[in-house]
């Protein structure tokens, strides 16, 4: 037992130890009952470093190791040490619980196993011993800790094959993917606590701002939010996308020699808000559906929203069943030979590829008629078909946009709409110049003969052949004896009375030609 100057000494250092440790890091150092404390030691490593994640059923060589982690910042160490009275002088501290809880996660997992922990505590005992031979006396446990602290532990306790990529087991009482996400979501925690704690310089207004008051590019780059949000807000509100970037001049260079400079959208909504964010978010959607012939913008003109291609499925292309005949004469023909000559069934075409539903207002349209879904099975409306045909006319042989359009739509399809569209053209120009339409119910009529007096034979509608304007059934023939109109004295076209005056003529001639029979037979 030590005497009571030694222990007088060794309390004294022990309080000026456990002082020096709570200046440096402060509330991570909690004084217990019987001599004892607590640390919880933060875990930062020189530079982020490439982080195995193997299973227990999983050898360091496998095939099945789990996607690497480049981490910095590992969850704390928790430990409670016990303090002898005659410490650091006579007796070593000793390590009374060491764990390694993971955030978010059961209390009883650990990152690190039960054996290396063991070894970590290990090592407290035997630091104090080297300082002990070679005679300095002092406190070891600030070393410790920085052994610990700094991730020097996984090269000495052989965590490191390479010395650059270290090595965790994956805990038995989570799943490899859950244990992935939670230390990359720890990692991103304390880097962004990190962030905001140390000041930046402004690249556009050249003041220092904590970074709890700036925004960090992916490239790199710092900028205080005031000066991001003017210049982010202006090009949101203006329509140039290309602007909501990093604005330091070396990025935009890069940006103008064609490389790509996106942002996160959880980075915009943090500088401009989320009204601006929604903006910008719907501006992106329109601009794809410009460039990309897969998309297309909801018809609704209150929406006007970017409508995204259906998700493409890994089935097959569905074949069209064909009936197989057999006859008696190919019985006897070899397999190879009915297999040869057999027909290649043609795919079915997919008649709901053209269905499309806005994720803004949730409407159902058909893709290349812009008109409320018909089915898969009823053809689209002719107006509708009309203006994109003619659309797809206007554009020149082997153009950009004639190209998009095939690609959208499908060029075998936008071909059968032109085949139609043209056939329905040719059918409206006979019905135009060949029919009329009823002024009641608009059902086309076709006369044969007579006077241009019609009476429609679905709703007996009385209206006039030739204008098409509807006449009272009382008196019908008052429209064709008003002076100074179209009609007036039409009540017959004149083809009809040369018609009629060509019978009669015909009629006259024959008559003629009969009485001299009359005469001769005595009749």
Known sequence: MASPDIEAECLTLQGDEILALESIYPSLIESLPNNEIRLSIPITLPSPTAIILQTIATEPSSSNVLPTLDLEHLPPLTVSIALPTDYPLKSPPRVVDIRAPIP????????????????????LEEMWRSEQMSGEGAGVIWQWWEWVGNGQFFEDL?????????????PPSLVPSTFHTLLNTFNAKE???????????????????????CAQMTCGCVFCVPCLSLCWSLAIEEGTLENVACPSVDCVKQRATGKRGEV????????????????WDELKERRRAEIDPNWTTCPRISCQAAVPPPPEEDDQVVIAPSSRVIRLADIDKTESTATATAPVPAPVDDRWARH??????????????????HGPHTPCAFPQTSALVLEYLSYPEGSFSR??????????NLERMVAQWREDQENRKWLESKTRACSGCGVRVEKSHGCNHMTCGRCQAHFCYRCGASISPQDPYAHYNRPGQACFEKLFDQEEIDFYERQATVGVEGEVEWRPAVDIWGW
Not at 192 to 210: D, Y
Not at 403 to 412: H, I, Q, S, V
């Open 403 to 412: 190209l998009a359009m095939e690609k959208r739509r499908g060029k075998a």
């Open 264 to 279: 996160d959208g959880s980075l915009v909504e943090s500088v401009v808000g989320h009204e601006l964010r929604a903006r």
């Open 104 to 123: 978010g996660a059961d209390k009883r997992s650990n990152w690190l196993s039960r054996k290396v922990l063991y070894k970590i505590g290990l090592r």
């Open 356 to 373: 499309r539903q806005c994720p803004k207002c949730h409407y159902s349209f058909c893709l290349y008629c812009s008109a409320t879904w």
């Open 158 to 170: 052989g965590l490191s094959q390479d010395g650059i990529s270290f090595s965790l087991w994956v």
């Open 191 to 213: 880097k962004h606590s990190e962030f905001e704690s140390v000041a930046f310089s402004c690249a556009i207004c050249m003041e220092s701002r904590k970074g709890k008051s």
